[in-house]
T-cell receptor, first 113, second 118 residues
Framework: AQSVTQLGSHVSVSEGALVLLRCNYS??????LFWYVQYPNQGLQLLLK??????LVKGINGFEAEFKKSETSFHLTKPSAHMSDAAEYFC???????????FGPGTRLSVLP | GAVVSQHPSWVICKSGTSVKIECRSL??????MFWYRQFPKQSLMLMAT?????????EQGVEKDKFLINHASLTLSTLTVTSAHPEDSSFYIC??????????????FGPGTRLTVL
C-alpha cells in the first residue's frame, strides 16, 4: 500500500526566502511522485513529477524537487518565494501508469511581505 | 496540459434531493476517470475509479448506492449524489489519466464542483 506524509500542515516564509515543503512516501514498488498546487476553490495544477528518470526534477514557477530513495523523500523547494506562491501544496504517489494517486494531507504555504 | 471540465462548478441543493456532476475529458479519450472528494482544509480522498463501459470501482467506505457513477462514453463520466444530506457538502474533483502511449503519465484534474447541501 502506498502512503504519503507531509511534515507541516502550514508553512510560512517571507517573500524572497527559500521555500521547503517536505514529502515522504512509502510504496511497495518504484514510485511515481508528483507535486500539485491548489488555489482556493480550484482544481489541482501539476508542478512537477518524478517518473524514474532524473532524480532532480524541475517544474513550473521555479519549483524543483529531488527524489531520494534512501530517505523515501521528495521535498519541494523554491529559492525565492513570491506572494503568488501562497496556496495549498499536495504531494502524491502512484504505483504506475494509469493507477490512482494517493495524496498527502497537504501543506498550506503562506508568503509574508 | 490536457483540459478537463466539470459542470456545474457550484451547486446548492436541499437535503434529500439528487445532484449530478459531469466530468468531461476534452483532449483525449479516457477509459478511466477518478472521482475525489475534498473536505475543507483536508486532502483529496479517492472515492471511486470510473471505467468506461463497466461498473465503477469504489473505495472502502464509499456507498455505491449513494454516489452513482456512470461512464457512458470515453469523454464523459457523471457522479450523482443521491438523497444528498448536509454531510455530503464537499468539493468534488474528477481527474483523467491518458491511456498508455497517448500522453504523459499524470492525472489531469477538473476545476472541481462545490456542493452545498442545505
Amino acid at each position: 500500500a502506498q502512503s504519503v506524509t507531509q511534515l507541516g500542515s502550514h508553512v510560512s516564509v517571507s517573500e524572497g526566502a527559500l521555500v521547503l515543503l517536505r514529502c515522504n512516501y512509502s510504496s511497495s514498488v518504484p514510485p511515481y511522485l508528483f507535486w500539485y498546487v491548489q488555489y482556493p476553490n480550484q482544481g489541482l495544477q501539476l508542478l512537477l513529477k518524478y517518473t524514474s528518470a532524473a532524480t532532480l526534477v524541475k517544474g513550473i514557477n521555479g519549483f524543483e524537487a529531488e527524489f531520494k530513495k534512501s530517505e523515501t523523500s521528495f521535498h519541494l523547494t523554491k529559492p525565492s518565494a513570491h506572494m503568488s506562491d501562497a496556496a495549498e501544496y499536495f504531494c502524491a504517489v502512484s504505483e504506475g501508469y494509469g493507477q490512482n494517486f494517493v495524496f498527502g494531507p497537504g501543506t498550506r504555504l503562506s508568503v509574508l511581505p | 496540459g490536457a483540459v478537463v471540465s466539470q459542470h456545474p462548478s457550484w451547486v446548492i441543493c436541499k437535503s434529500g434531493t439528487s445532484v449530478k456532476i459531469e466530468c468531461r475529458s476534452l483532449d483525449f479519450q479516457a477509459t478511466t476517470m477518478f472521482w475525489y472528494r475534498q473536505f475543507p482544509k483536508q486532502s483529496l480522498m479517492l472515492m471511486a475509479t470510473s471505467n468506461e463501459g463497466s461498473k465503477a470501482t469504489y473505495e472502502q467506505g464509499v456507498e455505491k448506492d449513494k454516489f452513482l457513477i456512470n461512464h457512458a462514453s470515453l469523454t464523459l463520466s457523471t457522479l450523482t449524489v443521491t438523497s444528498a444530506h448536509p454531510e455530503d457538502s464537499s468539493f468534488y474533483i474528477c481527474s483523467v489519466s491518458p491511456p498508455a502511449g497517448q500522453g504523459p503519465n499524470e492525472q489531469f484534474f477538473g476545476p472541481g464542483t462545490r456542493l452545498t447541501v442545505l
